[in-house]
């Protein structure tokens, strides 16, 4: 499957962004879907993930109660909603998809190319 993740952008502390990672060439919901991030100079981290029928979500705790992940199976498409980013929150954002989902990248074979965020204090 391939993944296309964009919605990426300039924003200020306190602002909100959707991410979107659209999916092709498989079916997307056989997928548990995460999305990551990697900060300048840091390792990539789990920040969210949905399971295959979109009922059950997680959440990094320092992402928990702002940020919310959806998927729309019809329109094989995830999404991140961002909302009071913080600068903290600046880095890279990677959508994945996994057969087996959890919070280690290792866990996820497909990836998309990562959308940036940078988030201005």
């Known amino acids: 499957v391939q993944l296309q993740a964009s919605g990426g952008g300039l924003v200020q502390a306190g602002g909100s962004l959707r991410l979107s990672c659209a999916a092709s060439g498989g079916t997307f919901s056989n997928y548990v879907m995460g999305w990551f991030r990697q900060a300048p100079g840091k390792e990539r981290e789990f920040v969210a993930s949905?399971?295959?029928?979109?009922?059950?979500?997680y959440y990094a705790d320092s992402v928990k109660g702002r940020f919310t992940i959806s998927r729309d199976n019809a329109k094989n498409t995830v999404y991140l909603q961002m909302n009071n980013l913080k600068p903290e929150d600046t880095a890279v954002y990677y959508c994945?998809?996994?057969?087996?989902?959890?919070?280690?990248?290792?866990?996820?074979?497909?990836w998309g190319q990562g959308t940036l965020v940078t988030v201005s204090s």
């Open positions: 994945a998809a996994s057969y087996s989902g959890g919070y280690y990248s290792s866990k996820y074979y497909y």
């Open positions: 949905i399971t295959r029928s979109g009922v059950t979500t």
